[in-house]
C-alpha cells in the first residue's frame, strides 16, 4: 500500500563558504554555460549540444564548459564526447564549447562562481547531486523535470525547470534567464537555503531512524521468530568490517548520523554477535561467513576509493 512507503530524501552536507559570482565582463563571453557529470546520451548532453545555435543566434559569445568523464555507453562503438565534437564541428559551434574531462571539487566550484547557469538536461536522473551541489556553490540552475529532480529543485526558487527531452526548451530557458540578471540574483539568493533545508541529514537521520523504529515493530507482532542464519550472516559482516582496520566505514556513519547512527552500529554489531555468532556451533559457517565479510568489506572499500577519486 502507498501509506507504508515513505520518501527519505538523500542528504547533503553543503560546504561552508561559496565563492563570489564573477560577473560576466564587457564584451567577454556571456552567457557562460556549464555543465558536469558523465558525457553521455542519458545525461542529456546531445540535447544541450542541440540546443546551441538557438542560443547562439541570440547570444553569439555564448560559451560551454563540459567536465566530466567521457564515457561509453553500453553498444556504442565510441564515447558520446566524440559524436558531441563533431557534431558541434558540423554546427560550426566547436570554439564555444570546452571539455574539461574530469575536475576536482575545487576546480567545479571555482567554475560555477565564474558561470552564469549550470545546465543539466538529464533524461534520467534520482536526485541529480550535480545539480544540487551546484545550488549550494551558489550556481544558477537549470534542469529537466525527471526522476526525482522536481522534488528536490523547486521551480523559480532553487532553480529552473524544463521539459525532457526537448532543445528549444532548454534553449528558451538558457535565453530568458541570460536576458534576466535579476531573476538570476534572486535564484542564487534563495535556491541555497532552500535545497539545505530539503536535504537536512538530521532530517533524514530522524526519518530513517523512524522507519527502521515501524519495521521493528510490525516484526516483532510477525508470528513466525526471526530467522537465525539471517542473523549469523549479518553479524559476520558486521564483525568482519570492525575487524578489517579501516575505521572508514564507521567513520562515514558518524559523520552522517552523529552520534545515532554510532550507537546503533556499537549496538547492532554486539546484538549481532550475541545471538548469532555466539550461538554457531559449526566452524565451516563461521569461516564461510568471514570471507563473505571480507567480500562486502572489499566492495565498501573499492566504492569508498571511487567515490574520493
Given at each position: 500500500p502507498r501509506s507504508e512507503f515513505c520518501v527519505i530524501k538523500s542528504p547533503l552536507t553543503p560546504v561552508a563558504e561559496v565563492y563570489d559570482h564573477e560577473p560576466a565582463q564587457p564584451g567577454g563571453p556571456f552567457p557562460r554555460l556549464f555543465y558536469w557529470g558523465r558525457v553521455e546520451r542519458q545525461k542529456g548532453c546531445d540535447l544541450l549540444v542541440e540546443a546551441l545555435p538557438e542560443i547562439a543566434a541570440r547570444y553569439p559569445n555564448v560559451r560551454l564548459v563540459i567536465g566530466g568523464a567521457e564515457t561509453t555507453e553500453h553498444g556504442q562503438p565510441e564515447p558520446y564526447a566524440a559524436v558531441?565534437?563533431?557534431?558541434?564541428?558540423?554546427?560550426?559551434?566547436?570554439?564555444?564549447?570546452?571539455f574539461r574531462g574530469f575536475m576536482t571539487v575545487e576546480q567545479i566550484r571555482r567554475q560555477v562562481a565564474g558561470s552564469d547557469l549550470c545546465v543539466f538536461p538529464s533524461r534520467y536522473e534520482t536526485a541529480c547531486y550535480a545539480a544540487l551541489e551546484a545550488i549550494t556553490y551558489g550556481g544558477c540552475v537549470?534542469?529537466?523535470?525527471?526522476?526525482?529532480?522536481p522534488e528536490y529543485v523547486a521551480h523559480g526558487v532553487s532553480g529552473w525547470l524544463v521539459e525532457p527531452e526537448s532543445p528549444p526548451a532548454i534553449a528558451e530557458a538558457v535565453v530568458r534567464l541570460a536576458g534576466d540578471e535579476q531573476?538570476?540574483?534572486?535564484?542564487?539568493?534563495?535556491a541555497r537555503p532552500d535545497v539545505i533545508a530539503r536535504c537536512d541529514p538530521l532530517v533524514a537521520a530522524r526519518e530513517s531512524a523512524a522507519v527502521y523504529e515501524k519495521a521493528i515493530a510490525a516484526f516483532a507482532k510477525?508470528?513466525?521468530?526471526p530467522n537465525r542464519a539471517y542473523r549469523q550472516i549479518i553479524a559476520g559482516l558486521l564483525a568482519g568490517m570492525r575487524s578489517s582496520g579501516d575505521p572508514h566505514?564507521?567513520?562515514?556513519l558518524c559523520a552522517k548520523y552523529s552520534e545515532g547512527a554510532a550507537a546503533g552500529y556499537q549496538q547492532g554489531y554486539e546484538q549481532g554477535l550475541q545471538e548469532g555468532?555466539?550461538?554457531t556451533r559449526n566452524a565451516g559457517t563461521f569461516s564461510l561467513l568471514r570471507r563473505l565479510a571480507r567480500a562486502v568489506r572489499g566492495i565498501i572499500s573499492a566504492g569508498h576509493k571511487a567515490q574520493a577519486r
Open positions: 558531441a565534437r563533431r557534431r558541434l564541428a558540423e554546427l560550426g559551434l566547436a570554439d564555444k564549447v570546452e537549470v534542469a529537466t523535470t525527471v526522476g526525482g529532480l531573476l538570476r540574483r534572486q535564484l542564487r539568493r534563495t510477525r508470528a513466525c521468530a566505514f564507521h567513520e562515514l555468532l555466539c550461538a
